[in-house]
Protein backbone atom coordinates (compact mmCIF):
# COMPACT_ATOMS: atom_id res chain seq x y z
CA UNK A 1 0.00 0.00 0.00
CA UNK A 2 1.11 3.62 -0.36
CA UNK A 3 1.26 3.57 2.97
CA UNK A 4 5.11 4.89 3.00
CA UNK A 5 4.66 9.01 2.53
CA UNK A 6 3.54 8.99 6.44
CA UNK A 7 7.39 8.06 7.04
CA UNK A 8 8.39 11.75 5.51
CA UNK A 9 5.76 13.40 7.25
CA UNK A 10 6.94 11.88 10.29
CA UNK A 11 10.51 12.90 9.52
CA UNK A 12 9.56 16.47 9.03
CA UNK A 13 7.09 16.68 11.73
CA UNK A 14 8.23 15.98 15.44
CA UNK A 15 4.81 13.84 16.23
CA UNK A 16 3.40 12.94 20.02
CA UNK A 17 1.01 10.77 21.62
CA UNK A 18 -1.26 10.87 24.47
CA UNK A 19 -3.76 10.05 26.94
CA UNK A 20 -7.36 10.21 28.35
CA UNK A 21 -9.55 10.82 31.30
CA UNK A 22 -13.24 11.72 31.76
CA UNK A 23 -15.66 14.48 30.29
CA UNK A 24 -17.30 17.29 30.96
CA UNK A 25 -21.03 18.88 30.12
CA UNK A 26 -22.46 20.51 27.00
CA UNK A 27 -22.32 23.51 29.33
CA UNK A 28 -18.98 23.66 30.25
CA UNK A 29 -17.59 23.36 26.59
CA UNK A 30 -19.74 26.28 25.35
CA UNK A 31 -18.87 28.45 27.96
CA UNK A 32 -15.06 27.36 27.52
CA UNK A 33 -15.49 27.75 23.68
CA UNK A 34 -17.03 31.36 24.46
CA UNK A 35 -14.00 32.15 26.36
CA UNK A 36 -11.14 30.74 24.59
CA UNK A 37 -12.24 33.59 21.57
CA UNK A 38 -12.84 36.48 23.87
CA UNK A 39 -9.46 35.76 24.49
CA UNK A 40 -7.88 36.14 21.02
CA UNK A 41 -4.80 38.07 20.81
CA UNK A 42 -5.16 40.23 24.71
CA UNK A 43 -2.23 38.06 25.68
CA UNK A 44 -0.01 41.38 26.41
CA UNK A 45 3.81 41.18 26.32
CA UNK A 46 3.85 42.41 30.14
CA UNK A 47 2.12 39.36 31.23
CA UNK A 48 3.62 36.49 32.77
CA UNK A 49 4.71 34.26 30.40
CA UNK A 50 2.32 31.69 29.85
CA UNK A 51 4.40 27.81 30.38
CA UNK A 52 3.82 25.57 27.31
CA UNK A 53 4.49 22.42 26.48
CA UNK A 54 6.53 21.59 23.41
CA UNK A 55 7.17 17.87 22.51
CA UNK A 56 10.72 16.51 20.77
CA UNK A 57 12.14 12.98 20.35
CA UNK A 58 15.86 14.82 21.18
CA UNK A 59 15.10 15.59 24.34
CA UNK A 60 18.90 15.54 25.01
CA UNK A 61 20.01 18.06 22.59
CA UNK A 62 17.65 21.23 24.16
CA UNK A 63 18.43 23.13 27.30
CA UNK A 64 17.83 26.66 28.84
CA UNK A 65 20.61 28.34 27.17
CA UNK A 66 20.13 27.70 23.97
CA UNK A 67 20.07 31.29 21.59
CA UNK A 68 17.02 30.09 19.70
CA UNK A 69 14.90 28.87 22.81
CA UNK A 70 15.86 32.31 24.48
CA UNK A 71 14.55 34.34 21.56
CA UNK A 72 11.45 31.99 21.32
CA UNK A 73 10.40 32.62 24.74
CA UNK A 74 10.77 36.33 24.79
CA UNK A 75 9.09 36.69 21.53
CA UNK A 76 6.65 34.54 22.25
CA UNK A 77 6.13 35.92 26.06
CA UNK A 78 6.25 31.94 27.12
CA UNK A 79 8.42 29.64 29.26
CA UNK A 80 8.91 26.51 27.18
CA UNK A 81 8.27 23.34 28.96
CA UNK A 82 10.03 20.49 26.90
CA UNK A 83 9.04 17.19 27.17
CA UNK A 84 10.00 13.57 25.22
CA UNK A 85 7.56 12.66 22.81
CA UNK A 86 5.27 9.64 23.85
CA UNK A 87 5.64 6.21 22.44
CA UNK A 88 2.68 3.85 22.26
CA UNK A 89 4.10 2.26 26.31
CA UNK A 90 4.42 5.71 27.68
CA UNK A 91 0.95 6.63 26.24
CA UNK A 92 -0.80 3.77 27.80
CA UNK A 93 1.00 4.59 31.00
CA UNK A 94 -0.22 8.09 30.48
CA UNK A 95 -3.60 6.98 29.88
CA UNK A 96 -3.64 4.26 33.10
CA UNK A 97 -2.60 7.34 35.58
CA UNK A 98 -4.82 9.62 33.72
CA UNK A 99 -2.46 12.18 33.94
CA UNK A 100 -3.13 14.08 30.74
CA UNK A 101 -1.35 16.93 28.99
CA UNK A 102 -2.17 19.83 27.00
CA UNK A 103 -2.71 18.44 23.89
CA UNK A 104 -2.31 15.50 21.66
CA UNK A 105 -1.51 14.97 17.62
CA UNK A 106 -1.45 12.70 15.48
CA UNK A 107 -3.47 9.94 16.50
CA UNK A 108 -5.38 7.76 14.03
CA UNK A 109 -8.85 8.72 12.78
CA UNK A 110 -10.55 5.98 14.50
CA UNK A 111 -8.08 6.66 18.03
CA UNK A 112 -9.48 9.97 17.53
CA UNK A 113 -13.39 9.17 17.35
CA UNK A 114 -12.56 6.47 20.36
CA UNK A 115 -10.88 9.34 21.92
CA UNK A 116 -13.74 11.50 21.65
CA UNK A 117 -16.36 8.84 22.77
CA UNK A 118 -14.08 9.00 25.67
CA UNK A 119 -14.65 12.39 26.33
CA UNK A 120 -11.05 13.44 26.63
CA UNK A 121 -10.94 16.50 24.36
CA UNK A 122 -11.75 19.87 25.15
CA UNK A 123 -14.13 20.95 22.15
CA UNK A 124 -12.47 23.46 19.51
CA UNK A 125 -14.93 25.59 17.84
CA UNK A 126 -13.66 26.26 14.12
CA UNK A 127 -14.38 30.24 15.15
CA UNK A 128 -12.03 29.77 17.94
CA UNK A 129 -9.61 28.57 15.69
CA UNK A 130 -10.06 31.37 12.96
CA UNK A 131 -9.60 33.93 15.24
CA UNK A 132 -6.56 32.76 16.70
CA UNK A 133 -4.25 31.21 14.36
CA UNK A 134 -6.25 32.71 10.59
CA UNK A 135 -2.94 32.14 8.82
CA UNK A 136 -3.23 28.22 10.00
CA UNK A 137 -7.20 28.37 9.02
CA UNK A 138 -6.78 29.77 6.24
CA UNK A 139 -3.89 27.33 4.76
CA UNK A 140 -5.64 24.70 5.80
CA UNK A 141 -8.23 25.26 4.13
CA UNK A 142 -6.54 26.21 0.78
CA UNK A 143 -5.01 23.21 1.14
CA UNK A 144 -7.31 20.79 2.12
CA UNK A 145 -10.59 21.53 0.40
CA UNK A 146 -12.33 24.64 1.71
CA UNK A 147 -13.98 24.70 4.07
CA UNK A 148 -15.09 20.63 3.71
CA UNK A 149 -11.54 20.63 5.60
CA UNK A 150 -13.26 21.38 9.15
CA UNK A 151 -16.61 18.40 7.80
CA UNK A 152 -13.11 15.42 8.33
CA UNK A 153 -12.96 16.11 12.27
CA UNK A 154 -16.59 16.79 13.22
CA UNK A 155 -17.76 14.21 16.28
CA UNK A 156 -20.83 14.31 17.18
CA UNK A 157 -21.66 17.50 15.47
CA UNK A 158 -18.39 19.29 17.72
CA UNK A 159 -15.04 20.07 15.95
CA UNK A 160 -12.18 18.79 18.61
CA UNK A 161 -8.92 19.40 15.97
CA UNK A 162 -6.73 21.92 14.63
CA UNK A 163 -6.08 20.60 11.21
CA UNK A 164 -2.46 18.90 10.12
CA UNK A 165 -2.28 18.45 6.22
CA UNK A 166 0.30 16.95 4.78
CA UNK A 167 -0.21 18.56 1.17
CA UNK A 168 2.64 16.35 -0.68
CA UNK A 169 0.33 13.49 -0.28
CA UNK A 170 -1.77 15.09 -3.38
CA UNK A 171 0.73 15.00 -5.65
CA UNK A 172 3.55 12.67 -4.48
CA UNK A 173 3.46 9.65 -7.00
CA UNK A 174 4.69 10.50 -10.16
CA UNK A 175 6.18 8.63 -13.13
CA UNK A 176 9.79 8.51 -14.52
CA UNK A 177 12.03 7.30 -16.89
CA UNK A 178 15.68 6.63 -16.30
CA UNK A 179 17.57 8.88 -18.60
CA UNK A 180 19.60 7.06 -20.85
CA UNK A 181 16.47 4.01 -21.29
CA UNK A 182 14.54 6.96 -21.98
CA UNK A 183 16.90 8.20 -24.98
CA UNK A 184 17.40 4.21 -25.93
CA UNK A 185 13.79 3.96 -26.10
CA UNK A 186 13.91 6.93 -28.45
CA UNK A 187 12.51 9.52 -26.58
CA UNK A 188 13.92 13.10 -24.84
CA UNK A 189 13.72 15.55 -21.75
CA UNK A 190 11.87 17.84 -24.32
CA UNK A 191 9.72 14.88 -26.13
CA UNK A 192 8.54 12.46 -23.73
CA UNK A 193 6.29 9.62 -24.39
CA UNK A 194 2.74 11.00 -24.52
CA UNK A 195 0.03 8.03 -24.69
CA UNK A 196 0.10 4.40 -23.52
CA UNK A 197 0.91 3.71 -26.68
CA UNK A 198 4.58 5.59 -26.55
CA UNK A 199 5.45 3.89 -23.56
CA UNK A 200 4.60 0.49 -24.42
CA UNK A 201 6.40 0.82 -27.89
CA UNK A 202 9.38 2.07 -26.44
CA UNK A 203 9.57 -0.28 -23.70
CA UNK A 204 9.67 -3.01 -25.85
CA UNK A 205 12.65 -1.13 -28.03
CA UNK A 206 14.41 -0.94 -24.44
CA UNK A 207 13.60 -5.03 -23.99
CA UNK A 208 14.64 -6.05 -27.46
CA UNK A 209 18.13 -4.07 -26.47
CA UNK A 210 19.00 -5.24 -22.89
CA UNK A 211 16.45 -8.26 -22.55
CA UNK A 212 15.41 -6.40 -19.07
CA UNK A 213 11.54 -5.73 -17.81
CA UNK A 214 11.43 -1.77 -18.26
CA UNK A 215 8.39 -1.42 -15.98
CA UNK A 216 8.99 -2.16 -12.58
CA UNK A 217 7.29 -1.35 -9.38
CA UNK A 218 8.18 -0.71 -5.82
CA UNK A 219 4.78 -1.05 -4.10
CA UNK A 220 2.55 -4.12 -6.07
CA UNK A 221 -0.45 -3.01 -7.49
CA UNK A 222 0.01 0.79 -6.25
CA UNK A 223 3.19 1.17 -8.21
CA UNK A 224 1.32 0.69 -11.52
CA UNK A 225 -1.68 2.99 -10.98
CA UNK A 226 -0.34 5.02 -14.24
CA UNK A 227 -1.83 2.12 -16.05
CA UNK A 228 -5.66 1.81 -14.50
CA UNK A 229 -4.99 5.86 -14.95
CA UNK A 230 -5.02 5.70 -19.05
CA UNK A 231 -8.26 3.89 -18.66
CA UNK A 232 -9.77 6.35 -16.40
CA UNK A 233 -9.85 3.82 -12.97
CA UNK A 234 -8.08 4.24 -9.57
CA UNK A 235 -7.14 2.34 -7.19
CA UNK A 236 -9.07 3.71 -4.11
CA UNK A 237 -12.83 4.47 -3.55
CA UNK A 238 -13.72 7.82 -5.42
CA UNK A 239 -16.23 10.20 -6.67
CA UNK A 240 -17.81 9.15 -9.97
CA UNK A 241 -20.89 11.39 -11.17
CA UNK A 242 -22.52 11.46 -7.66
CA UNK A 243 -21.52 8.05 -6.79
CA UNK A 244 -18.81 6.68 -4.39
CA UNK A 245 -17.35 3.66 -6.71
CA UNK A 246 -14.04 1.78 -5.92
CA UNK A 247 -11.74 1.87 -9.00
CA UNK A 248 -10.74 -1.62 -8.98
CA UNK A 249 -14.17 -3.17 -9.44
CA UNK A 250 -14.95 -0.66 -12.07
CA UNK A 251 -15.22 -1.87 -16.03
CA UNK A 252 -11.94 0.16 -16.83
CA UNK A 253 -10.15 -1.79 -14.76
CA UNK A 254 -10.65 -4.64 -16.70
CA UNK A 255 -8.95 -2.81 -19.69
CA UNK A 256 -5.81 -1.76 -17.52
CA UNK A 257 -5.40 -5.31 -16.29
CA UNK A 258 -5.82 -6.41 -20.12
CA UNK A 259 -2.83 -3.94 -20.97
CA UNK A 260 -0.51 -5.22 -17.79
CA UNK A 261 -1.02 -8.82 -19.43
CA UNK A 262 -0.02 -8.10 -22.45
CA UNK A 263 2.93 -6.79 -20.68
CA UNK A 264 4.12 -9.52 -18.07
CA UNK A 265 3.78 -12.06 -21.21
CA UNK A 266 5.67 -10.42 -22.86
CA UNK A 267 8.46 -9.63 -20.44
CA UNK A 268 8.18 -5.88 -20.03
CA UNK A 269 6.88 -5.65 -16.76
CA UNK A 270 8.85 -6.55 -13.82
CA UNK A 271 7.57 -10.62 -12.86
CA UNK A 272 8.84 -9.54 -9.49
CA UNK A 273 6.46 -6.32 -9.01
CA UNK A 274 4.51 -7.70 -6.38
CA UNK A 275 7.54 -9.03 -4.39
CA UNK A 276 9.70 -6.39 -5.17
CA UNK A 277 11.07 -3.56 -2.18
CA UNK A 278 12.16 -0.04 -2.27
CA UNK A 279 15.94 -1.80 -1.96
CA UNK A 280 15.35 -4.51 -4.33
CA UNK A 281 13.90 -1.49 -6.41
CA UNK A 282 16.73 0.83 -5.77
CA UNK A 283 19.20 -2.15 -6.95
CA UNK A 284 17.31 -2.80 -10.32
CA UNK A 285 17.77 1.45 -10.72
CA UNK A 286 21.25 1.18 -10.21
CA UNK A 287 21.85 -1.92 -11.93
CA UNK A 288 20.95 -1.60 -15.04
CA UNK A 289 17.45 -3.16 -14.87
CA UNK A 290 15.07 -1.35 -14.97
CA UNK A 291 13.81 2.42 -16.64
CA UNK A 292 10.53 2.94 -15.63
CA UNK A 293 9.02 3.60 -12.17
CA UNK A 294 6.42 5.28 -10.14
CA UNK A 295 7.39 6.77 -7.18
CA UNK A 296 7.51 9.78 -5.09
CA UNK A 297 9.35 13.00 -7.31
CA UNK A 298 11.49 13.62 -4.37
CA UNK A 299 13.06 10.04 -4.20
CA UNK A 300 13.47 11.18 -8.19
CA UNK A 301 15.47 14.04 -7.71
CA UNK A 302 18.74 15.50 -6.46
CA UNK A 303 18.39 15.80 -2.52
CA UNK A 304 19.69 19.32 -2.83
CA UNK A 305 15.35 19.99 -4.44
CA UNK A 306 14.01 18.06 -1.56
CA UNK A 307 15.82 16.60 1.21
CA UNK A 308 15.84 12.20 0.28
CA UNK A 309 17.10 11.58 -3.93
CA UNK A 310 18.05 7.90 -3.31
CA UNK A 311 16.45 6.68 -6.66
CA UNK A 312 18.89 9.93 -8.02
CA UNK A 313 21.71 9.55 -6.29
CA UNK A 314 22.31 5.71 -6.86
CA UNK A 315 23.37 6.72 -10.47
CA UNK A 316 24.87 10.12 -10.14
CA UNK A 317 28.19 9.52 -10.46
CA UNK A 318 27.81 7.65 -13.72
CA UNK A 319 26.27 10.91 -15.23
CA UNK A 320 22.43 9.69 -15.59
CA UNK A 321 19.54 11.57 -14.04
CA UNK A 322 15.65 10.98 -13.92
CA UNK A 323 13.55 12.25 -16.10
CA UNK A 324 10.00 12.60 -14.75
CA UNK A 325 6.75 12.48 -17.00
CA UNK A 326 3.18 13.18 -16.78
CA UNK A 327 1.52 9.59 -16.52
CA UNK A 328 0.28 7.90 -19.82
CA UNK A 329 -2.78 8.60 -22.12
CA UNK A 330 -4.87 5.95 -22.60
CA UNK A 331 -6.86 5.14 -25.93
CA UNK A 332 -9.84 7.77 -24.84
CA UNK A 333 -6.98 10.84 -23.63
CA UNK A 334 -7.38 9.49 -19.79
CA UNK A 335 -4.46 9.87 -17.54
CA UNK A 336 -3.67 10.11 -13.68
CA UNK A 337 -2.46 8.28 -10.88
CA UNK A 338 -3.58 6.66 -7.61
CA UNK A 339 -2.61 9.37 -5.01
CA UNK A 340 -2.64 9.93 -1.68
CA UNK A 341 -4.89 11.79 0.81
CA UNK A 342 -3.22 14.85 2.49
CA UNK A 343 -5.26 14.22 5.94
CA UNK A 344 -2.68 11.34 7.69
CA UNK A 345 -3.85 11.95 11.19
CA UNK A 346 -6.37 13.46 12.90
CA UNK A 347 -4.85 16.33 13.64
CA UNK A 348 -4.13 17.93 16.94
CA UNK A 349 -6.53 18.13 20.21
CA UNK A 350 -6.44 19.73 23.47
CA UNK A 351 -6.98 17.54 26.11
CA UNK A 352 -9.58 18.23 29.26
CA UNK A 353 -6.50 19.21 31.22
CA UNK A 354 -7.18 22.69 29.60
CA UNK A 355 -10.91 22.10 29.51
CA UNK A 356 -10.92 25.69 32.36
CA UNK A 357 -8.16 27.49 30.61
CA UNK A 358 -9.36 29.05 27.53
CA UNK A 359 -6.49 31.83 27.50
CA UNK A 360 -4.16 28.88 27.49
CA UNK A 361 -5.82 27.30 24.30
CA UNK A 362 -5.83 31.03 22.88
CA UNK A 363 -1.97 31.31 23.52
CA UNK A 364 -1.31 27.80 21.97
CA UNK A 365 -2.78 28.37 18.95
CA UNK A 366 -1.47 31.90 18.59
CA UNK A 367 2.03 30.57 18.63
CA UNK A 368 1.21 27.72 16.28
CA UNK A 369 0.30 30.08 13.71
CA UNK A 370 3.59 31.80 13.89
CA UNK A 371 4.88 29.26 12.21
CA UNK A 372 3.92 31.67 8.73
CA UNK A 373 6.26 34.41 10.62
CA UNK A 374 9.17 34.34 7.84
CA UNK A 375 11.47 36.27 10.02
CA UNK A 376 10.85 33.78 12.98
CA UNK A 377 11.20 30.83 10.59
CA UNK A 378 14.43 31.96 9.13
CA UNK A 379 16.09 32.06 13.00
CA UNK A 380 14.53 29.07 14.27
CA UNK A 381 16.04 27.46 11.16
CA UNK A 382 19.42 29.00 10.35
CA UNK A 383 19.59 31.97 13.40
CA UNK A 384 20.91 35.52 12.56
CA UNK A 385 22.32 36.37 9.30
CA UNK A 386 25.95 37.45 8.98
CA UNK A 387 26.84 35.53 11.96
CA UNK A 388 25.70 32.01 11.82
CA UNK A 389 25.43 32.02 7.48
CA UNK A 390 24.88 34.05 4.86
CA UNK A 391 22.30 33.02 2.51
CA UNK A 392 23.64 32.51 -1.56
CA UNK A 393 20.35 32.43 -3.89
CA UNK A 394 21.73 30.01 -5.91
CA UNK A 395 22.62 27.27 -3.17
CA UNK A 396 20.84 28.45 -0.10
CA UNK A 397 22.11 28.45 3.66
CA UNK A 398 26.01 28.65 3.83
CA UNK A 399 27.39 28.43 7.24
CA UNK A 400 29.80 30.55 8.52
CA UNK A 401 32.50 28.99 11.37
CA UNK A 402 31.82 27.57 13.73
CA UNK A 403 28.23 26.80 12.81
CA UNK A 404 29.54 25.03 9.41
CA UNK A 405 29.86 21.94 12.75
CA UNK A 406 26.66 20.37 13.14
CA UNK A 407 27.23 20.24 17.06
CA UNK A 408 27.60 23.92 17.23
CA UNK A 409 24.09 24.52 15.20
CA UNK A 410 22.75 22.20 18.21
CA UNK A 411 24.58 24.29 21.06
CA UNK A 412 22.53 27.16 19.59
CA UNK A 413 19.45 25.48 18.87
CA UNK A 414 18.69 25.29 15.57
CA UNK A 415 16.61 23.47 14.21
CA UNK A 416 15.62 21.96 17.29
CA UNK A 417 12.39 24.27 18.11
CA UNK A 418 9.61 23.50 15.85
CA UNK A 419 6.85 25.33 16.63
CA UNK A 420 4.73 22.60 17.95
CA UNK A 421 3.23 22.35 14.56
CA UNK A 422 5.43 22.21 11.66
CA UNK A 423 1.68 22.70 9.80
CA UNK A 424 3.37 21.49 6.40
CA UNK A 425 3.15 24.35 4.54
CA UNK A 426 5.57 23.52 1.85
CA UNK A 427 5.28 26.42 -0.30
CA UNK A 428 6.24 28.67 2.70
CA UNK A 429 8.84 26.17 3.71
CA UNK A 430 10.55 25.84 0.40
CA UNK A 431 13.26 27.82 1.32
CA UNK A 432 14.10 25.48 4.64
CA UNK A 433 13.95 22.15 2.17
CA UNK A 434 15.08 23.18 -1.40
CA UNK A 435 18.18 24.86 -2.50
CA UNK A 436 17.34 27.66 -5.09
CA UNK A 437 18.32 26.79 -8.35
CA UNK A 438 16.32 23.31 -8.01
CA UNK A 439 13.17 25.07 -7.26
CA UNK A 440 12.16 24.95 -10.32
CA UNK A 441 12.69 21.55 -10.83
CA UNK A 442 10.88 20.37 -7.67
CA UNK A 443 7.65 22.48 -8.70
CA UNK A 444 7.96 21.23 -12.15
CA UNK A 445 8.25 17.60 -10.95
CA UNK A 446 5.28 17.79 -8.67
CA UNK A 447 2.99 19.52 -10.98
CA UNK A 448 3.47 15.85 -12.93
CA UNK A 449 2.08 14.18 -9.94
CA UNK A 450 -1.56 14.11 -10.89
CA UNK A 451 -4.46 11.54 -10.37
CA UNK A 452 -7.09 10.86 -8.06
CA UNK A 453 -7.11 11.56 -4.32
CA UNK A 454 -9.03 8.90 -1.77
CA UNK A 455 -11.60 11.39 -0.37
CA UNK A 456 -12.84 9.34 2.32
CA UNK A 457 -10.05 8.20 3.90
CA UNK A 458 -9.79 10.31 7.26
CA UNK A 459 -13.69 9.91 7.47
CA UNK A 460 -14.52 7.36 10.44
CA UNK A 461 -15.81 4.00 8.35
CA UNK A 462 -16.47 1.44 10.98
CA UNK A 463 -17.95 -0.91 8.26
CA UNK A 464 -14.79 -0.43 6.10
CA UNK A 465 -12.16 -0.82 9.04
CA UNK A 466 -14.38 -4.05 9.79
CA UNK A 467 -14.19 -5.17 5.72
CA UNK A 468 -11.08 -4.06 4.69
CA UNK A 469 -8.35 -6.94 5.02
CA UNK A 470 -10.38 -9.59 3.97
CA UNK A 471 -11.83 -6.69 1.34
CA UNK A 472 -7.82 -6.21 0.53
CA UNK A 473 -7.05 -9.99 -0.06
CA UNK A 474 -10.30 -10.84 -2.93
CA UNK A 475 -8.50 -7.37 -4.79
CA UNK A 476 -5.21 -8.29 -4.49
CA UNK A 477 -5.12 -12.46 -4.86
CA UNK A 478 -7.51 -11.79 -7.93
CA UNK A 479 -5.61 -8.82 -9.70
CA UNK A 480 -2.01 -11.10 -9.39
CA UNK A 481 -3.79 -13.83 -10.94
CA UNK A 482 -5.40 -11.65 -14.22
CA UNK A 483 -1.72 -9.84 -14.48
CA UNK A 484 0.24 -13.32 -14.33
CA UNK A 485 -2.55 -14.95 -16.29
CA UNK A 486 -3.35 -17.81 -13.61
CA UNK A 487 -6.71 -16.52 -14.11
CA UNK A 488 -8.49 -15.34 -17.19
CA UNK A 489 -10.19 -11.94 -17.64
CA UNK A 490 -13.12 -13.50 -18.57
CA UNK A 491 -13.56 -13.95 -14.83
CA UNK A 492 -13.39 -10.64 -13.96
CA UNK A 493 -17.19 -10.10 -13.27
CA UNK A 494 -17.10 -13.20 -11.35
CA UNK A 495 -14.33 -11.19 -8.99
CA UNK A 496 -16.23 -8.26 -8.75
CA UNK A 497 -19.17 -10.59 -7.33
CA UNK A 498 -16.86 -12.12 -5.06
CA UNK A 499 -15.68 -8.37 -3.79
CA UNK A 500 -19.30 -7.34 -3.67
CA UNK A 501 -20.28 -10.21 -1.62
CA UNK A 502 -17.22 -10.45 0.76
CA UNK A 503 -18.93 -6.85 2.49
CA UNK A 504 -17.66 -4.49 -0.64
CA UNK A 505 -21.36 -3.54 -1.16
CA UNK A 506 -21.59 -2.58 2.49
CA UNK A 507 -18.29 -0.54 2.26
CA UNK A 508 -19.85 0.84 -0.69
CA UNK A 509 -23.21 2.14 1.07
CA UNK A 510 -21.15 3.00 3.91
CA UNK A 511 -19.00 5.25 1.80
CA UNK A 512 -22.24 7.07 -0.30
CA UNK A 513 -23.94 7.79 2.70
CA UNK A 514 -20.61 9.55 4.10
CA UNK A 515 -20.27 11.42 1.17
CA UNK A 516 -24.12 12.52 0.90
CA UNK A 517 -23.40 13.71 4.27
CA UNK A 518 -20.36 15.39 3.73
CA UNK A 519 -18.91 16.19 0.61
CA UNK A 520 -22.14 16.53 -1.60
Known sequence: MKKTALLLAAILCASTLTACSGSSDASSQESQASNAASTSGETAETDEPMTLTFFVTWMEKVNETQPVRQKLEEE???????????????????????????????????????????????????????????????????????????????????????????????????????????????????????????????????????????????????????????????????????????????????????????????????????????????EKWSSDQAAIVEYYWWDLLPKEAFFDGRLYECNEERGLSNIIVLPPEGPDGESGMTQGNPFPSSGLQFTKALEDQPEKIAKYLQVFDRTWDRELQDFLNYGVEGETYNYNEETGVEWIAPYDDPEKRDEYGLGLYPLPGCFNDYDFQAKYSTQPQYLELRNESEEKGVGMVPILDPFYRPVYNEKAEILDKVYNDAYIDFITGARSLDEFDAFVEEWLAAGGQEVLDEAQQIYDENLK
Open 76 to 282: LNIKMDMQPSLDKEALNLRIAGGDLPDYIRDQTFIDYHNYADQGIFTELPVEVIKENAPNLAEWAEREGGGENVWSYYIHDGKNYSVPILWSLANQGFTLAWRSDMLEMAGFSEENPPVTLEDMENGMRTIHEQTGIAPLTATDGLGSLSHVFGAYGAYLNYYEKDGQMVYGPIQPEAKEALATLNEWYTEGLLDPEFMINTFDSVL
